[in-house]
């Protein structure tokens, strides 16, 4: 019965002996294929790191961290990191299981008792465990924060009771920030502390990052901070402002260099220990080196039959890459894009950050350096990319080529003032349209959109930059105005999120300034079927009372129309007619006129 055993353990000790066999890398080799990456994606600029154990065994920046001043990168540059991130705001309830008895099996609301989900299934089902894995069936709705944005924790959060879901708890995967929102404010809550001094304390701190951190404020002080790029129609580079996560920070806010994170792979590939310091439970970290929730079927690209069993985890995505466990993810945020891996059984782990927008080169790197350092095969991830940029090109080319249908232009079904107002859902938030210049504008909070009358009451939005209108993305997003019974414009429909039917946005009037002496002209008695309504002034206030309902007060729509607060669909006029004064009700029931006495 014990030679068997004996066996198993000569062949596990033979397997470990071959996992910890020293990588090699041909420095020369890999600078020559990163700059040709760098070149062929057309990247300001990148960094890298690979890590062997407690060792940097490569580190080095290339490109270019600010091109119009010729600041080159290097292994000490700050970049945002995006949602690889998130990592670390689940690492800290890992820790927090040890130091304040947390449990990530529990529904999150004994931690934040004023979460609200959209139904009740969310409410009295969902774990923590389903927020960190991805599959409570709420889609992105990343517009919401997005567009959105806010500095206050609970209001952000308080959005999500909004926020439908496409698909039942636990049946798919779909990613979804707001509940890494969730994690770092249970953080908050146990430690009395908020997600970003935490972050500071349990590992900048102690992991020797001294200069990553955790807001845009603090990048912009670095003195070796990247700045952000996108690539335009595969041809220019374009510099774009920093984007400032604000509220969403534990879902993505850390900004840090490829040096001082090969600190944070260094933790992981050493059990949670950093310098012969537990940072980590070394429990948490056997734990979050599994897989939570399969993607899919499990299968990437039929094309590389070697990537597959795509599953997430505790803020990792998990796979087989060539019969190699792996462990990653990326990051993306304006102007920035990162990949951070990890080969736990070869204790390899692979950090790379570029200053360009959504770039593919983050994966190619990492994926050329894995090959390298697993000594597998190599793939021509060059030769690859060049394909389907070309494949692109020819497709944009076609698009180009082809003549556009030509759009019947129908006209607006209203006035373009009709459209002016407040649009409001409370799980998203409030933006403006109003009219300038004879053209109808969109005005969020960071973002400014013209809106292009497409058909009756169908208009599309073009994002404006420099106070000038991009189309370079082809035709705009479409957004539907809606009427209420009385015709009149009561609410915007927007395709926020592509799992759901549009977002309604409803409708209030643009505030119109009127002092009490423009108002003291609609003062009066008025006689509507031997009825007696009574129109007065009041803090400011023009009000309407009838007799047997309670005082409203009339928000202003124009100089003399006004809205009924309290009433969708409702709203008052002031008229002369054959020289006497009169005020018209508009109502969903139809159109009433009360002349005024005297």
Known sequence: MQKPHFLITLVLSFLANLAIAQPKIDAKKLDKKLEALRELTQTAGFSVAVVYKDEILYTKGFGYRDVAQKLKADEHTLYPIGSSSKAFTTALLGIMEEEHDFSF????????????????????????LDMISHR????????????????????????????????????????????????????????????????????????????????IAELQKSANAAKGYRLQDFEETILMPYYDIAAMGPAGAINSSV??????????????????????????????????????KGVSDPQFPGLHLNSYGYAWFTS??????????????????????????????????CNQNTSALPGLARNLISEMVLGLEETDWHELYEKQINEAKESMKKMEDQAPEETVYS????????????????????????????????????????????????????????????????????????????????????????????????????????????????????????????????DGVLRLFVPSQPEYSLTPISK???????????????????????????????????EKEG
Request: hydrophobic share 35%; charged share 25%; aromatic share 14%.
């Open 560 to 594: 003399n129309e006004f809205s009924i607060k309290g009433l969708t669909g409702y709203k008052v006029r002031f008229e002369t007619r054959d020289g006497k004064e009169e005020i018209v009700l508009l109502q969903p029931n139809g159109t009433f006129r009360a």
């Open 411 to 538: 006209g607006v079904a209203h006035n373009l003032v009709d459209y002016q107002g407040y649009y409001y859902h409370p799980g998203y938030g409030k933006f403006k349209i109003y009219l300038q210049n004879d053209s109808l504008y969109a005005r969020f909070p960071l973002d400014t959109s013209y809106l292009k009358p497409l058909h009756y009451d169908i208009f599309e939005a073009y994002a404006v930059e420099n106070n000038r209108v991009d189309t370079s993305g082809g035709s705009g997003e479409k957004i539907n105005f809606q009427t209420n019974d009385l015709g009149d414009i009561a609410s915007v429909k927007i395709k926020m999120e592509a799992m759901l039917d549009p977002i309604v946005f409803d409708r209030s009037p643009l505030d119109l300034k009127m002092d009490a002496s423009d108002l003291e002209q609609f003062v009066g008695n008025y006689t509507l079927a031997g009825t007696n309504l009574k129109v007065s002034v009041k």
């Open 105 to 128: 099996e529990v529904s999150p609301r004994e931690y934040l008792p004023n979460l609200k989900f959209y139904n009740d299934e969310l409410n009295n089902k969902v774990t923590v």
């Open 136 to 215: 409570t069936g709420l889609p992105r709705h990343d517009y919401s924060w997005y567009l959105f944005p806010t500095q206050n924790r609970d209001s952000l959060l308080a959005r999500v009771e909004y926020q439908e879901p496409f698909t039942g708890l636990r049946e798919k995967w779909y990613y979804n920030n707001f509940m890494y929102l969730a994690q770092g404010m249970i953080s908050e809550k146990l430690t009395d502390k908020t997600w970003e001094d935490n972050i500071r304390e349990y590992f900048l701190a102690p992991l020797d990052m001294k200069s990553s951190n955790v807001s």
């Open 320 to 353: 087989s890459f060539n019969g190699h466990y792996r462990m990653e993810h990326g990051g993306n945020i304006d102007g920035f894009s990162a990949n951070v891996c990890l080969f736990p059984s070869d204790d390899i782990g692979i950090v790379v950050l």
């Open 259 to 296: 040096y001082e994170m090969s600190n944070w792979l260094k933790l992981w590939l050493n059990e949670g220990k950093y310098n012969d310091q537990q940072i980590i439970p070394k429990s948490y970290i056997a734990r979050a080196q599994n897989p939570l929730m399969l993607l899919g």
